[in-house]
């Protein structure tokens, strides 16, 4: 790294750069405070190039372990989780939430919509809504279907019927008819487009 990165560099004769010292300082300070920055600088240095190499070995020693870094991500999930959970902020949450839980429950206006709801599902009137729906429904579906034989049946009888025939014979002709039209036009549109002027 270089020494020029952390203040006013210092020359070989001990004078800053630009000549002057910072107010309060000697060169011999001065130079003392260099060799010792030389010294930090070339030591992070080192550290950094150690940190480097351990996180190789350690990322080597996971994939021999078979560590992948999604089971990594897992494990610091749960970890975190559990942390939450044992949190004090969590457990007084879940007590306050749990509190609220038992006090709504317990509450008359609670207890008295659900047994009126049980009542109302327990009751005659219910009971025979549910099955005349159930009937009519299935009814509905019944009707649906032979609705679509029979719209299906009248196609294949309409189908084979001689007035059909008749209609689909005079389409063809139209077609015919048609497509004869337009082959002489265009025959003749190509042989006036090649005509002189």
């Known amino acids: 790294m270089d020494s020029s990165e952390h203040g006013p560099s210092v020359s070989s004769t001990g004078v800053a750069s630009g000549g002057n010292l ?6 011999e300070e001065a130079e003392e405070m260099q060799v010792e920055l030389t010294k930090v600088d070339d030591e992070i240095q080192t550290l950094r190039q150690v940190l480097v190499a351990k996180e190789r070995h350690a990322a080597e020693l996971k994939r021999r372990l078979g560590i992948s870094p999604i089971s990594e991500i897992k494990q610091n999930l749960t970890k975190g989780w559990h942390e939450v959970q044992c949190s004090n902020a969590y457990m007084r949450t879940s007590q306050t939430l749990g509190d609220l839980n038992r ?18 599902g327990r009751s005659d009137a219910y009971k025979r809504t549910q099955e005349t729906l159930s009937q009519a429904g299935q009814m509905t579906s019944v009707a649906f279907s032979s609705m679509g034989s029979a719209i299906r049946n009248q196609f294949g009888e309409m189908r084979n019927s001689p007035s059909f025939k ?5 389409v063809e002709n139209m077609k015919y008819q048609v497509m004869g ?7 003749r549109s190509h042989t006036s487009n090649n005509a002189p002027f």
């Open 103 to 120: 006090r709504v429950t317990t509450s008359n206006v609670y207890l008295t919509a659900s047994a009126t709801l049980e009542e109302i």
């Open 22 to 27: 910072p107010p309060g300082l000697t060169e």
């Open 181 to 187: 039209q337009s082959n002489e036009e265009s025959d």
């Open 166 to 170: 008749t209609f689909e014979d005079k």
